[in-house]
């Protein structure tokens, strides 16, 4: 076991007088930097953003506004959700061999734990219900595959993109706040790159004049819906929102251009490497500390699947430990349900959620 290292003496006094005011936030932080915040998504709200000329560069081709591009792993542990950057294909450079890249990934490397499970979740929901999981022609296991796969713990690379904007606040009429010189909030936002070219790039396609990019553009972002009477949350907002270019943006809302450009113009790329989280470059041993942590669970969940694997063939009698896995349909009857690992409609849980 590695030796803790110790806080110096003289330093004690100093962090306890800063305890005194701390705040602990839940959830995982987009960014490291709160000057350089990271968007959230506005519940049942709508918006009114800019895209500043931060990060225009110009071509033999024209202008372009340059994007950040990353690789990046979702994951979950316990009811928190976060982002790792992916290092597969990195190595060979000054850089990627201080960090200790070699080409490969640990959260590539542990998606195969990860499938290795649903593949066990899904075989024991599969002898539930009495079906081949490789010949299910009317779909019965549907339910089954969505819900194991909501459950993974980690998930395998996919291209995200982040550029920055700046937030204008509206008033109760939706036009821009007489303060709204004073009160910009520029936001770094990361999406995954499908729907940033569906979304804005899809937008400029639609306009007349067909803009090579957003830059020194205002956009309306609806993010309010109709909720049913139900309580509005970030997911929904997400799923029904629309993005919207104002052709007459810059007539209208003019005097905001130089302000949102001036509060925007630390929001570089670079700085989106440094500060947001799915961006960052980590040591590749710091990659697998967290990798090891985010895949407690599912390597527990796979330890005891092995076991009973090696048990049924002295036991076949034994309870199921896959039981824990909790997998169970609206259809299924109360005898079922306990077989998997529900009971009075409770699922067994393993470790903090």
């Not at 602990?24 to 968007?39: H, I, M």
């Not at 895209?51 to 110009?58: E, H, K």
């Not at 459950?151 to 982040?162: A, F, Q």
């Not at 700085?271 to 470059?281: G, H, L, R, S």
Request: aromatic share 8%; glycine share 6%; net charge neutral.
């Amino acid at each position: 076991m590695a030796t803790r290292r110790q806080v110096d003496a003289s330093m004690l006094q100093g962090l306890l007088q800063s305890s005194e005011t701390q705040e602990v936030k839940k959830g995982s932080n987009k960014s490291s930097d709160s000057k350089f915040p990271a968007f959230s998504t506005p519940v049942n709200q709508d918006i009114l953003v800019y895209f500043p000329r931060t990060n225009v560069v110009t071509t033999e081709n024209g202008e372009n506004m340059l994007t950040l591009s990353a690789y990046v792993h979702d994951y979950k542990v316990g009811q928190s959700y976060g982002q790792l950057r992916c290092v597969s294909g990195l190595s060979g450079s000054e850089f990627t061999n201080m960090l200790g890249y070699d080409g490969s990934c640990p959260a590539c490397e542990a998606t195969q734990d990860c499938w290795d499970l649903y593949r066990k979740k899904l075989a024991a929901g599969a002898r539930q219900y009495g079906v081949d999981p490789q010949n299910d022609p009317t779909d019965i296991l549907k339910p089954v595959r969505e819900k194991i796969l909501q459950e993974m713990d980690l998930r395998g690379s996919e291209e995200y993109v982040t550029f920055p904007v700046v937030i204008i606040p509206l008033d109760a009429n939706k036009r821009p706040t007489p303060t709204a010189a004073s009160e910009l909030r520029p936001v770094f936002v990361t999406w995954k790159r499908k729907r940033y070219e569906e979304t804005i790039l899809g937008g400029l396609e639609n306009m007349l004049n067909k803009p090579d990019h957003p830059a020194g553009m205002f956009w309306f972002w609806k993010y309010s819906y109709n909720t049913g009477g139900k309580q509005a949350n970030a997911r929904d907002s997400a799923k029904s929102a629309k993005f919207a270019p104002i052709p007459e943006g810059t007539q209208v809302f003019g005097h905001l251009i130089t302000p949102c450009e001036t509060v925007a113009k630390d929001f570089t790329l670079v700085k989106a490497a440094e500060v947001i989280v799915a961006n960052q470059f980590m040591y590749k041993e710091d990659i697998q500390k967290e990798v090891d942590k985010i895949m407690s669970k599912t390597r527990t969940l796979l330890e005891l699947a092995d076991v009973q694997e090696v048990s049924e063939i002295a036991k076949p009698a034994l309870q199921n430990p896959l039981a824990n896995f909790a997998i169970a349909s609206p259809s299924a009857q109360p005898s079922q349900v306990q077989n998997l690992g529900v009971v009075q409609g409770n699922p067994v849980k393993f470790g903090k959620q």
